[in-house]
């Protein structure tokens, strides 16, 4: 019998993993991604990787801290046995990177360092200097290169994932691609699928993402069937460096290792940073948030930082908003050895030694949050079923997603270095499912029948490609598409959304997809033709892009990353104590009301149309109960106490 | 954002500026050079240099040209794909930034693809040798599986900032355009060769060619490393094979152009040292 293959597409952290667990249970691989692997997104991810750790545990932690704290974090928007499973693997994983050579930082007695992210009051982050997820990356990397040199994993580097090939039982078959180089088109068999492309940055015209982070793999596989799951749930990161290329982030760690947030006093103050004094300074988010500081949860941080700079007019320059990010009070040597990455990037970019001068930084689109849908097999004690092929596989059968591209673990938002210790969980944890999907599976079909299936895929999508190419001169021109799109997007779909504008955007979105449809190539060549790649991924964001407004216009509540200042909560602000706790009892009411309403997966499916029609999935809230978010927002302790007594009367009632 | 530099332009007043670009169609191909006009903006580096071309595709003189080729991923100087010559000096586009430049040079960006790799269009060429000479040095830790077997050992927060240093090199390619010995290979695809063949072939001519500092510099990171040692003998006997640091030939330009500024003398002279002790333990050990 021929040996069992599987294709992976995107080699980054999740990608590499499944790749080399495969390898491991001697399932041989097929590596597909736009770049050379070591050169992923994962290499981006800058603060760390979370695990409770032997010296959180005597603080007070667990597993099942970290699991909450994930839970509370996205806003219980996520399946919780996925995300409980996530938090009992974690410690094992960050112990399985050691091995495997990642140069974690040290104590002095040789023990890993960890550090505070945010959305957790405990030293829950393990890091390599402010380079972790380059390194976690390498060190995955040079595992796949040590099962290539065995035959295990065959790369197929610059190549371009165009679709999946399914039979007429709507199994997976194998995909068809494309070499960026040779640009030839080649359909490649195999028993099964599994995405790893990443999020879909790109959709936003400029973000935190890298270049290759298009969304254009998850968008054919979607195009093809495959559901797509919290679309509308896109982390906005609060601090990064504005470029015309690209925003540059900076890491969470630097709040981390104790770096504050800040805006003078004086809207446009403008004496340098260092010469404001102490109190003529405003740290908004020590301020309104005294248990976590400037280590809440992104979303809020985000909507923090817009809030400060245009309801308040504190934005630091007048003409580009931004707020400072200081580290200047650090010690030195501490910065050098654990924030060098990231100082330097914005040293590198912006000119100013951040050792010395505050940072100026404004929110940027950052993370996935939403992908494609996918599934899990869960134990009766609500963890995951290792090595049920249910696990990670989508609704169509033999594709699996992972990583940043499947809608597991981060529910609403994703908490700062949990992103990493899912991909690689989800990678890890899929392999042995995809393994036994695939050594399970039927005969192959007959030579005939394979070969037919296979060319007819090939031809369709060559055929779309010297179509592309055909097109005629003078339509539009698909980098300035694309601009707009981005520029569009991000007016509309990311901290702040209101319903109006999602509705007019739409519109605009559909008209957008119809010209990306007639852009005209500037390069008609058939050698590395990037022009064509590019104009090809631009048309395959619409589907996605319009996903993300449909689900963003449907759901009418705020949640995690999702805000509509027209379904805010009710305030808790009234001077008389008796006035304010019937507040808070008002507040708790609606909150109830709204979860029956909303706490529920997004999920999309394409119809042949190209519309995105929505329906909506219950969320497994078993293990935690929701609860309010809170974060020790000032005001918020009248709301958690009406919020327990009312559980308490609840439970009451349920005994007698 | 005010800068110095962004400053020095201002009184420059630069509202263009030209960029001309090395351009080659395909391999084995004649290079010529193209003249490009670029608005100046804010903040512009040398990706968004080549995103204003790729979106006009119209030289200085108004010819209709097909978009600038060119690797890129990033952005942000981690992933080291964007690397190119820039005004005569290997280094990576995306920190090139537009306004130091042409403080240096005024007027116009000068934009080459590296030279000691084969050109696949443009400004992309192919480093696939980079990542065959790690293969060659076994540049990883060989872990028994992926199981738990608990934490890797303990390590002094010494040899943890050496290790870093070493592992932060992204395979950019910048200390072999530099370095004298290192020479550039180019295997021709020949008729009927399947893609395999030509990777055999290719991988082969690889091997024989000067594996670079960079790849000396990954020996160190792995037999320092205290699971990584245990091989350390497999990755002595590649050092020592033909293309292997013998070839080196001192020059230590590597150093002085990589933008990790990985400590790669450093490493050469410390393999060196365990390469000859390895050498002569063999000889001794016949």
């Known amino acids: ?656 | 954002m005010i800068t110095s530099s962004s400053s020095a332009a201002d009184r420059n007043d630069v509202r263009e500026f030209d960029v001309r670009v090395l351009r080659q169609d395909g391999p084995a191909q004649v290079s010529y050079w193209e003249q490009h006009r670029v608005a100046h903006e804010p903040d512009m580096n040398c990706i968004s240099v080549l995103q204003k071309i790729a979106e006009k595709a119209t030289t200085a003189d108004g010819r209709k040209v097909a978009p600038v080729v060119w690797d890129c991923n990033c952005l942000e100087e981690v992933c080291g794909a964007c690397t190119m010559v820039i005004n005569g000096r290997v280094r990576q586009a995306c920190t090139a930034l537009v306004d130091k430049l042409l403080a240096e040079r005024p007027g116009e960006i000068e934009l080459r693809p590296m030279t000691k790799f084969p050109v696949i269009r443009d400004l992309m060429v192919d480093r696939q040798r980079i990542f065959d000479s790690l293969m060659k040095v076994s540049a990883w830790v060989p872990v028994d599986s992926y199981h738990h077997l608990g934490p890797g050992l303990r390590q002094s927060q010494e040899s943890q900032q050496l290790a870093y240093l070493y592992s932060k090199c992204m395979s950019c390619g910048c200390c072999l355009e530099a370095c004298p010995q290192y020479l550039k290979i180019e295997v021709a695809c020949r008729d009927g060769d399947t893609p395999e063949e030509f990777r055999t072939r290719q991988r082969e001519a690889h091997d024989r060619g000067f594996m670079g500092a960079h790849a000396i510099a990954q020996v160190e990171l792995f037999n320092s490393n205290p699971i990584g040692a245990m091989n350390a003998s497999e990755r002595l006997d590649a050092l020592t094979s033909e293309g292997g640091i013998q070839i080196c030939g001192n020059a230590q330009n590597c150093v002085k152009v990589c933008p990790k500024e990985i400590p790669l003398t450093w490493a050469i002279a410390r393999a060196g040292r365990s390469a000859t002790l390895h050498t002569l333990k063999k000889w001794f050990d016949r």
């Open chain 1, 1 to 656: 019998m021929r040996k069992r293959r599987v294709v992976v597409v995107g080699g980054g952290l999740a990608g590499l993993a499944v790749a080399m667990k495969l390898a491991e249970l001697d399932v041989d691989v097929a590596l597909m991604s736009l770049s050379k692997v070591k050169r992923s997104h994962s290499a981006c991810a800058q603060g760390g990787i979370n695990s409770v750790n032997i010296l959180t545990r005597q603080l007070g932690d667990s597993e099942w801290n970290h699991f909450d704290d994930t839970v509370y974090g996205g806003d219980f928007l996520a399946h919780q046995p996925p995300v409980k499973e996530l938090a009992y693997w974690a410690p094992q994983i960050i112990d399985l990177m050691d091995r495997l050579g990642v140069t974690f930082n040290r104590t002095p007695e040789g023990f890993r360092d960890q550090r505070r992210f945010g959305g957790t009051l405990y030293s829950r982050t393990a890091f390599a200097g402010a380079t972790t997820g380059q390194q976690l990356l390498y060190a995955l990397d040079e595992q796949v290169r040590r099962w290539e040199a065995t035959g295990h994993v065959t790369k197929f580097e610059m190549w371009d994932f165009l679709g999946p090939v399914l039979d007429d039982r709507g199994r997976c078959r194998g995909c068809v691609a494309q070499d960026m180089v040779s640009m030839k088109i080649r359909a490649v068999e195999a028993d099964a699928l599994v995405l790893a492309s990443g999020g879909c940055g790109a959709i936003f015209g400029r973000s935190t993402n890298s270049i290759a982070c298009n969304g254009s793999a998850v968008s054919r596989v979607f195009q093809a069937g495959v559901h797509y799951a919290n679309g509308e749930f896109i982390q906005v990161h609060p601090t990064a460096i504005p470029g015309a290329d690209k925003l540059r982030l900076i890491s969470e760690s630097a709040r981390g290792e104790g770096g504050r947030v800040w805006v003078p006093r004086t809207p446009q103050d403008p004496r340098p940073p260092g010469e404001i004094p102490e109190k003529e300074r405003f740290y908004f988010l020590e301020h309104r948030y005294p248990t976590y500081g400037n280590l809440v949860p992104r979303d809020i941080a985000t909507r923090e930082v817009f809030n400060v700079c245009v309801k308040e007019h504190l934005s630091v320059d007048s003409e580009r908003m931004c707020v400072y990010l200081d580290v200047s009070h650090l010690p030195r040597e501490l910065l050098d050895r654990k924030l060098a990455g990231i100082l330097e990037i914005y040293e590198k970019f912006q000119g100013v030694d951040p050792r010395r001068t505050a940072m100026k930084i404004f929110p940027a689109v950052h993370y996935t949050m939403g992908g494609l849908w996918c599934d899990y097999e869960r134990t009766a004690e609500g963890g995951l079923a290792i090595g049920s092929p249910r696990n990670q596989q989508t609704n169509v059968s033999g594709i699996f997603a992972i990583g940043e591209c499947d809608y597991h673990f981060h529910g609403a938002n994703r908490l700062g270095a949990n992103s990493l210790v899912a991909c690689v969980f989800s990678g890890l944890t899929a392999a042995p499912g995809v393994a036994n999907y695939v050594n399970h599976l039927p005969r192959h079909p007959a030579d005939e029948e394979r070969r037919s299936l296979f060319e007819g895929s090939q031809r369709r999508h060559e055929a779309r490609y010297k179509a592309m190419l055909a097109r005629p001169e003078g339509g539009p021109n698909p980098y300035r598409l694309h601009a707009r799109l981005g520029e569009l997007m991000t007016r509309v779909a990311t901290a702040i959304r209101h319903n109006p504008e999602l509705e007019a955007a739409y519109a605009e979105v559909c008209e957008m997809e119809e010209q990306a449809r007639r852009a005209s190539l500037s390069d008609r060549g058939d050698w590395a033709n990037q022009n064509a790649v590019f104009a090809r991924a631009l048309e395959d964001m619409f589907p996605l892009a319009k996903t993300i407004l449909r689900g963003a216009l449907a759901r009418d509540e705020c949640r995690g990353a999702h805000y509509k200042p027209e379904f805010t909560m009710p305030q808790v602000d009234a001077d008389d104590p008796a006035e304010r706790r019937r507040q808070a009892e008002i507040w708790c009411q609606r909150f109830e009301e709204n979860n029956r309403k909303w706490l529920k997966s997004t999920v999309a499916r394409l119809s042949s149309d190209g519309e995105p029609q929505l329906s909506y999935e219950e969320v497994d809230t078993t293990l935690i109960p929701p609860r309010p978010r809170l974060y020790g927002v000032v005001g918020g302790e009248l709301i958690e106490e009406a919020w327990n007594s009312r559980q308490a009367t609840a439970t009451a009632q349920e005994r007698s």
